[in-house]
């Protein structure tokens, strides 16, 4: 029996198996009553991540070194020798808290084919990519990551990436068992079903036995907290003041709102449990996104502060590349940028919102004498991509459409023998990955 044909039998049995009493159990009570034995019968455990790992052909390319950290801690996964076919290999599942989390997958392909007039023989590709993600009670969380090969790649050091793909399929059983009836405790002398109460019948007229079947139609279940409606409580705000806008809501349903210039209250906005996309647009001002994720019954305030478009532009787009007029700066081996070096990501945010489809490539660069190893100018370079990358998903941009890389010191911008021209090659470039 599916659960279903379960609920409608649990709730006949709760109508019809609930002794009469001095007053009927109202339908609140008989509502509250199933939900409360509903509950205990599924089991929620906690959430699970099962990790994956989808490689190259391995005649092609060798896979040298594969890492994974979940919320900084590493994973153990299998040797790199069992994970040279393309897979998709199952490597870790495990266990995790309810909410956010961040994986960091890094994995090292050298060319296979030691061919001498290949462009890429001799080549290491160490690449590095960030996920966000929800982990929720009942669900197991699958991510896949991927090294794919971009042959149309002009630099051949950039050939091979690595993404994430993300699924989630729920764990929670229904267990098999019986609602047992439940009403407010009878009088002793209280023997009729409530299913068959009738008028007491007349003295001169035979009273005719119940039907066969019932007519009363079982009372539905109170819905749960999943199936309820969320509200999103938005205000778009300039000067502290209420300012006209478009409000674009994308998820596991879609709407577009009116948000009034001058409103005192916030625009209240019904939803489907679920996450979701929210996107804010205004004249004159810079467009602004958020990731939410809604709860079934709740109400969740989102205020966005918005920052008027400026005249003069931090960002420009040249070619394939955003140009910024005022780059991030780095001290020497810090990843983290120095005060005042985020100021183009407002502008950056408003680009990526009105052009949904676009997609970024991240690259952090160092100069010739930090760390004085190529390999910790390799790890500081991926830090300072992710560190733009983390500044980025703060700001509200989804995780998926940002990609990060390190390229050491190989990319020098200006000379290293110059205090002045270091300071220019510790910097992050932005790629533009789709149009």
Do not use: C
């Not at 060798?62 to 994970?83: I, N, R, T």
């Not at 030691?114 to 990519?129: E, I, K, Q, R």
């Not at 790649?153 to 098999?176: F, G, N, Q, S």
């Not at 749960?224 to 205000?235: E, H, I, S």
């Amino acid at each position: 029996m599916d659960s279903p044909q379960k609920l409608g039998l649990f709730t006949v049995l709760l109508l019809a198996g609930a002794p009469r009493a001095a007053e009927a159990p109202s339908v609140d009570q008989v509502r509250a009553e199933l939900d409360r034995q509903l509950q205990e019968l599924v089991k929620s455990p906690e959430p699970e991540v099962r990790l994956l790992f989808a490689g190259l052909d391995p005649t092609e390319y060798k896979l040298a070194e594969v890492h994974f950290m979940l919320d900084g801690e590493s994973l153990q996964v299998p040797d790199v020798e069992d994970l040279t076919s393309p897979g998709p290999h199952v490597l870790t599942t495990r266990q995790v808290k309810d909410g956010p989390h961040t994986l960091v997958t890094n994995i090292v392909y050298m060319d296979a084919s030691w061919n001498m007039f290949s462009p890429t023989s001799g080549l290491l590709w160490n690449v590095t990519s960030t996920l966000n993600f929800q982990a929720q009670r009942g669900l197991r969380v699958d991510v896949k990551a991927m090294a794919f090969v971009l042959p149309e790649a002009k630099d051949p050091r950039l050939k091979i990436k690595v993404a994430h793909d993300v699924t989630a399929e729920m764990i929670a059983k229904l267990e098999d068992g019986t609602l047992e009836p439940h009403a407010p405790a009878a009088p002793p002398d209280a023997g009729v079903p409530l299913a068959q109460k009738t008028p007491a019948p007349e003295p001169t007229r035979p009273v005719e036995p119940p039907p066969a079947a019932t007519t009363q139609t079982p009372t539905a279940p109170a819905p749960t907290a999943q199936a309820q409606k969320a509200k999103l409580l938005v205000r778009a705000l300039a000067s502290r003041k209420a300012v006209a806008a478009t409000l674009s809501v994308r998820g596991a349903s879609n709407q577009t709102v009116a948000l009034k210039k001058g409103a005192r209250a916030p625009l209240a906005v019904e939803l489907a449990p679920g996450n979701y996309t929210v996107d804010v647009f205004a004249p004159g001002f810079l467009a602004q996104t958020r990731q939410v994720r809604l709860s079934g019954g709740a109400a969740q305030p989102l205020d966005f502060t918005l920052a008027r478009a400026p005249s003069k532009k931090l960002l420009t787009e040249k070619g394939d590349r955003f140009e910024l007029v005022k780059p991030p700066r780095f001290a020497e081996g810090k990843p983290t940028p120095l005060p005042g070096g985020g100021a183009f990501l407002q502008e950056l945010v408003d680009t990526l919102v009105r052009r949904p489809a676009r997609r970024i490539r991240i690259e952090g660069h160092t100069d010739s004498q930090e760390g004085g190893e190529d390999s910790a100018r390799q790890q500081l370079s991926e830090a300072r991509a992710r560190a733009m990358a983390e500044l980025l998903v703060e700001a509200g941009v989804e995780p998926s459409r940002i990609e990060t890389v390190g390229l050491g010191g190989t990319r020098p911008k200006a000379p290293n023998f110059t205090p002045r021209g270091r300071d220019l090659n510790r910097r992050v470039e932005l790629v533009i990955l789709e149009h």
